[in-house]
């Protein structure tokens, strides 16, 4: 079984920072990719950064030059620095873990953490 957790969401003014951070934990054999995704009222969760265990990293349009994705190996952990926010970023944000266990490769989630970017 395979946990991901995240945490450092809150509410925010626009033009501030937040630092998301997830680690998955469990029977994991190898991580393949972690990424973000986020999901706002009345909208499809949609890919905010990824990043691959190799380091390649892609990013939505709507975040490139704001945010940053990053990665440590040994810790199965993921982060994502959030600079120059606006209030079309809040939303909830997911984690997601592309690991491979004993049994299988598969896609697991976090619960989410609330971003909140007043105006």
């Known amino acids: 079984q395979v946990h991901v957790a995240e945490s450092g969401g809150g509410l925010v003014q626009t033009g501030g920072s937040l630092r998301l951070s997830c680690a998955a934990s469990?029977?994991?054999?190898?991580?393949?990719?972690m990424g973000w995704y986020r999901q706002a009222p009345g909208k499809q969760r949609e890919l905010v950064a990824a990043?691959?265990?190799?380091?390649?990293?892609n990013y939505a349009d709507s975040v490139k030059g704001r945010f940053t994705i990053s990665g440590d190996n040994a810790k199965n952990a993921v982060y994502l620095q959030m600079n120059s926010l606006k209030p079309e970023d809040t939303a909830v944000y997911y984690c997601?873990?592309?690991?491979?266990?004993?049994?299988?490769?598969?896609?697991?989630w976090g619960q989410g953490t609330q971003v909140t970017v007043s105006s």
């Open positions: 990043i691959t265990s190799d380091g390649s990293t």
């Open positions: 997601k873990a592309d690991a491979t266990t004993v049994f299988r490769r598969y896609d697991y």
């Open positions: 469990g029977s994991i054999f190898s991580i393949n990719s």
